[in-house]
């Protein structure tokens, strides 16, 4: 079964730094999504990414992913406090039932991000 | 447009009694997934059904829980005889007809369930 790990599992910086969150799979990724999970709430989706090199900004967060579709790597630059909570990487692993196709998401344990003012 | 809806936000259960979490997806999608937040632990999947079918419930504990996904009005995840194991987040998440691979996976703000 693929797993995934996130690293660092917390990360504290001041705001206005630069920070990288990492995604590591077992297995090769099919894709790649990238949740922000604030304590007590649900998930909000940030980005998705399906193509080895493949990359994608919004805002002030850059996603990637490796050429090898192993590794997603999440980088916020001049972080500011509304980017504290928990990142969440997931990656589908297809399956087909039922007359159609699906995807389970299976996420890494999570980043919890604190950003001092 | 409305994203993914679940009632209720908070729900306190003593133990033996039933929970009921539901979840009324995005408008047009058909596709809906039951994920669990235990606590210290990850997400994960539960159940996937389509309206009037369960697909996949392979991540179902084997008794108490049921899910169904009627023709009409929302999804439903049904705990029977709750134990303080089942104190999670519940989360649920729907998609496209198409299936979440190309279009994502929209989640609701999930039910926290509490067994005291």
């Known amino acids: 079964s693929q797993e995934l790990e996130q690293s660092p599992q917390s990360l504290i910086v001041q705001e206005g730094k630069n920070l990288t969150i990492n995604c590591t799979s077992s297995?090769?990724?099919?894709?790649l999504y990238w949740y922000k999970q604030k304590y007590g709430e649900g998930l909000i989706f940030l980005m998705m990414?399906?193509?080895?090199?493949e990359e994608k900004s919004h805002e002030k967060i850059t996603a990637k992913l490796d050429e090898k579709k192993q590794q997603s790597s999440l980088h916020i630059t001049a972080s500011q406090p509304s980017h504290a909570g928990i990142y969440l990487c997931?990656?589908?692993?297809?399956?087909?039932?039922?007359?159609?196709?699906?995807?389970?998401?299976?996420f890494g344990q999570g980043t919890i991000l604190t950003v001092h003012p | 447009n409305a994203g993914v809806m679940q009632n209720p936000r908070h729900l306190v259960r003593r133990r033996g009694q039933e929970a009921r979490l539901r979840c009324s997806p995005v408008k047009g999608h058909s596709h809906v997934y039951w994920y669990r937040q235990l606590p210290e632990e990850g997400l994960k999947f539960m159940v996937y059904?389509?309206?009037?079918?369960?697909?996949?419930e392979s991540g179902m504990p084997k008794e108490r829980f049921s899910a169904e996904f009627p023709k009409e009005g929302p999804s439903i995840l049904r705990i029977q005889q709750v134990v303080r194991g089942d104190s999670a987040a519940y989360f649920c998440?729907?998609?496209?007809?198409?299936?979440?691979?190309?279009?994502?996976?929209?989640f609701g703000s999930g039910t926290r369930l509490t067994v005291v």
């Open positions: 990414l399906q193509k080895g090199g």
């Open positions: 997931g990656a589908p692993t297809y399956h087909f039932a039922g007359g159609t196709s699906y995807g389970k998401l299976t």
């Open positions: 059904l389509q309206k009037e079918n369960i697909i996949d």
């Open positions: 998440a729907s998609s496209p007809p198409a299936g979440g691979l190309n279009y994502g996976y929209t």
């Open positions: 297995k090769t990724l099919y894709g």
